[in-house]
Every structure is written in structure tokens, then in C-alpha cells.
């Protein structure tokens, strides 16, 4: 997952991102803490944010992955004599579970 925050300097409010292996918050607090404290990647300053304060976005490469491996047993179904609309099912199915894991992650919030 991408966890996605704003730096907090006024004069910079670019977002930044934190790559993590967690998939709830509960998870994130033991891995990270209540409070992340990251180096912004535009201006240098340090941002100190709850984890509350992070919202979490789909990994789009898995997305792109599923895809291509839509594509790949397109051709080969195609090659033995088969047209399959199927296939074209992986790529939505794979983008349906990412957002829906990224909305449970939003949804959730941990009181301190």
C-alpha cells in the first residue's frame, strides 16, 4: 500500500509518500507508531503527523500488472481457437480489490 501525507510547512503543502506492508492501522501503529515523523521529499523539513492523518491510495502497478497478465492469456486463449471476454475481468477484478483495500484502510481510525 501507499500511504500518502501533506507537508505541514506553509510554504510548501506538497503530498508526500511512505511505502508500508501494513493493511490497517492497527498494523501501521506497531510498525511505525502513533506518529511518523519523515523528512518532506520537496522542501527538507521534517513533518511530525498522527497516523490518523494518512490516507491511504491503490498500488497502481499491481493494477497495470493485472493487466498485462489480462493481455497475455487473451493471446494465448486467442491462439488455441478461444475468445475470451473474460479476461478482461482480471484487470477490473484486481482494481475493485485495491480500492476497496485502500477504502477500509481510510475508513477505519484509531482513538487514542
Known amino acids: 500500500m501507499q500511504l500518502s501525507y501533506y507537508c505541514s510547512t506553509k510554504s510548501c503543502q506538497k503530498l508526500n509518500y511512505i511505502k508500508v506492508q501494513s493493511n490497517n492501522r492497527f498494523e501501521l501503529k506497531e510498525e511505525l507508531g502513533l506518529e511518523i515523523n519523515e523528512r518532506c521529499k520537496h522542501c527538507g523539513n521534517y513533518?511530525?503527523?498522527?497516523?490518523?492523518?494518512?490516507?491511504?491510495?491503490?498500488?497502481?502497478?499491481?493494477?497495470?500488472?493485472?493487466?498485462?497478465?489480462?493481455?497475455?492469456?487473451?493471446?494465448?486463449?486467442?491462439?488455441?481457437?478461444?475468445?475470451?471476454?473474460?479476461?478482461?475481468?482480471?484487470?477490473?477484478?484486481i482494481w475493485m480489490n485495491q480500492e476497496k483495500k485502500a477504502s477500509t484502510f481510510n475508513k477505519v481510525l484509531i482513538d487514542d
Open 47 to 93: 513533518t511530525k503527523r498522527h497516523i490518523n492523518r494518512l490516507h491511504c491510495s491503490p498500488n497502481y502497478a499491481i493494477i497495470i500488472g493485472g493487466l498485462v497478465l489480462a493481455v497475455v492469456i487473451t493471446i494465448f486463449i486467442w491462439h488455441l481457437g478461444f475468445v475470451s471476454t473474460l479476461t478482461g475481468s482480471i484487470p477490473i477484478g
